[in-house]
């Protein structure tokens, strides 16, 4: 079992007479995943906010601000149980046999078009045998033809654009998986979550976007980018791609700073691990 | 009352061993639309389907056939009884009010890149007072701006391209207005339905995409193509755009003919009326 | 040495009052290429014409048709000695050297977006010795990547979208080729010629597209589409892309029938061969 | 007559044993504007370079440089004689009367898809008087659409991005306005240059990116961003858009600093004057 202390700061100002914002940044409640105990306060006491969980166990947070600045503080005690298992026994699901809700991430959508990519996608990995491992195989080669370099893209870049230019952040690397996985008619969603064990010399703890690929009946995590142990990653908030599943999504005249993020995985030896690298599939929820 | 029978007939060659098939022919049962009778026969004796009824009333159709001729006969009465309402008198409702089914509509999709388009619907509707009548005005530009004109526009052509090219079919045009819509904050989703009372001079009665945006807590309809009479415009599937309300999404090898559709208007006098242009705003469900 | 019999029919219905028509169906004059006769005759009395010969050799034609049915007819006997080396001996020529027409064609195009594609093709070629055995793993790599498909491709397609469609005509493949060789900073030009010797099973001999890339001190000859016997290609225009040495660019309320092309070639067994297939370098010109 | 002292720093680190560059920052010659003086500097003793001046009068510089710091101080004396004419006076050339350097103005290209924008540029400028007129109401429109916003675009930003975002640099201005010309027929190509007279918010003088279009036998310009006092803009370069009319291209690896530039109008009330603005049509070439 991991255990995780996360904490967040986040600070904006707010120039227009109020401000709307959507927040994900709860971590989300599912089999796997508990939040054992947490704490939010505000600096604004007018604002006014609310916290609602949906059937997938994430919880949407809406915030309305008035001018001025604004501070949220967030503390979260996490426990997270992976189910695991060995990706030779990991199969695909057939078409026909998809839940209505995996069913819909065969689709394209804003950022992954996985309707232009089919020839390129087919080529790639349609001979391989379908299962857990074609999905790494598309995990594998989107980490092997994407160069990460920060700023490298903008809340414009799709799929289509990381496929040719051949460089992005972690949010294009997800991007790309997931097209090229709907592509070959694997149900793939983009996860916002948190990247513990990320590489220092990327910087601190940060938010992260990854994958989850339907398969065997469950989601199933990948890391295309490479950059976070997944083991240690945190399920915030999943939809199509990065327009349905930002971490915080503001209308109104709001200048931010960056977000201060901290991420210590508590471990005792026993009850609970320090997140490792593993070969076994990982999965936090079967919706 | 509005009382329509509609008539479909689907023609394919599967070519492959098998072929799955997810339709949305089926008329959505809302509480202002109401199936009263309907009928299926499908030719293929081994065929394998369901349907599957969504929270909004959709009701998904998967179907596995074999190779050979595949055809499908549907026929059902469906009454519709609109809500109507005078457009002075339907606000928008604010976005932190906004419930979360309807606040995803807000967010960018494959072929609506309102995340492009800010700029752009600001400048043409930012200064309009809010209300259903913006969203009118939205729908008069795009049937200024565009020509409708038979394939001028293929599986790829997005809400931009439209924009730019000027050009296209009524999926086209739906994806603009939506597009320009949730551009400006309001909620927009993707229809496909039938369109009843279109210009004879565009062909027989067919498949048809329109808009419907959220306005006081209601759904409403809108054809900024033009070529169809709303009140005679049944709902089949909706969703964020194309990309996820075909009426018929399709993997395998599989060869289509035209759909036949047929579609009469019941009416007495009394009960049952014959579809007529509106002024009023008209909505067949709050989801 | 090779001699074509070329004879080209076109015709046209011009609604409005005039029209003007830019036409490059002239072979052009090179010192490898020789027009030793040829005869036009247009059938509009009144029509306006003009043939000007640019420093490139290339034969422009304009003309000007009045309402009505327009008919060319134009045959032309050419022979073509191509410079032929050995591409061992064949060497990129370093950028500072490289000609001011040559540099040119190393920018980007309307559909040759090579500054997009710099990564990806450094991962493909960087690592390949540069000379013309490089430009031959593009060409390779381009015929091996698309798949050729009638009907495929519009005129807005573009090397980005062949790069991510995998699909395309003679054209398509031109434009992906050119773009990848300018994005490793190879000048490479488009060609719009006629194409000897394609597989019948596309049809009777067409106007066709293919490359020159600048090698050596001259442009030499690729056919990316692998359709044709590039032997037996003879050029009319060269220009960054399909944009600018289009055969035919029109302007007014034209119709146009398909264009019927005969092209034979005159073998005598001794001075007049058939083209055939070669692993040989082939070049028509050094400018 | 104006008068021009133009003073250029431009600073560069080299990573790589060598660096090929191609400036265009010298003045270029023509009937309108003459070079009275210049003199160059360059910091590396062992780099080679040449100029070559080409039909346009405009003057191309290549350069190779070592591993190390590259420095360049450049100035001129130029002297700019507009030919000026009434807007009224000055008519558009009919599309079978252009010369060939002026039609290929008229066709697509990297940045300026004027094939995609025909139906727009229809609409907004088809029913107005050809004419000097038309032009400028193209520029004012332009003007008025976009927004200037500093660091707003990137490299590959098109007109068709620009048409869409609302947003950009004098370059995307630029593009934008040649791509609507292009799409109604009227030669228009991409000017660099320099900015005299530029709004001091916008900083100190800087290269510039303006319009010329083929009007009356001669090229007018037009500063669609509106930024600078056409009078006082100093071309350097011409060409179909960014992608080959840079003031540097560079290749190999290399770090650039922010070029310095002065640029001072001499005036003595009688021979020189000062850059104003003015209702005229301004030229400074013919070809």
């Not at 490479?226 to 709001?254: E, H, K």
């Not at 471990?267 to 320090?274: E, F, K, M, P």
Request: one cysteine or more; charged letters at 15%; hydrophobic letters at 40%.
């Amino acid at each position: 079992m991991i255990r995780l202390q996360f904490s967040l700061e986040l600070a904006y100002s707010v120039h227009t007479p109020s401000a709307d914002f959507f927040f994900n940044f709860h971590p989300a409640h599912t089999p796997q995943q508990t939040v054992m105990s947490e704490n939010l306060t505000v600096n604004q006491t007018a604002a006014i906010w609310s916290v609602e969980q949906d059937a997938s166990g994430q919880r949407n947070m809406r915030l309305q601000a008035q001018t001025g600045p604004l501070k949220l503080n967030y503390q979260a005690t996490v426990e997270i149980s992976h189910y695991s298992d060995d990706p030779m026994q990991i199969a695909e699901v057939p078409l026909y046999q998809l839940p209505l809700d995996a069913l819909r991430y065969i689709y394209p959508s804003r950022y992954c078009q996985s309707d232009r990519l089919a020839g390129f996608a087919y080529d790639l990995f349609g001979h391989l045998p379908p299962g857990y491992a074609r999905a790494q195989a598309v995990c594998d080669w989107v980490q092997q033809h994407v160069k990460f370099r920060s700023n490298s893209s903008c809340g414009t870049t799709s799929a289509i654009d990381t496929m040719v230019d051949c460089v992005g952040v972690c949010r294009d690397f997800a991007h790309l998986m997931i097209a090229l996985c709907r592509a070959i008619n694997l149900p793939a969603r983009f996860v916002t979550g948190t990247d513990y064990g990320a590489d220092p010399a990327l910087g601190p703890p940060d938010f992260h976007a990854y994958v989850e690929v339907y398969l065997g009946g469950r989601w199933y995590m990948f890391d295309p980018s490479g950059t976070a142990i997944p083991m240690g990653m945190m399920r915030l908030a999943t939809g199509r791609d990065a327009a349905d599943a930002a971490f915080a999504t503001i209308f109104g005249g709001v200048t931010s700073e960056a977000p201060r993020i901290e991420m210590v995985a508590e471990h005792n030896g026993a009850q609970w691990q320090l997140p490792v690298h593993t070969d076994q599939g990982l999965s936090t929820s079967v919706v």
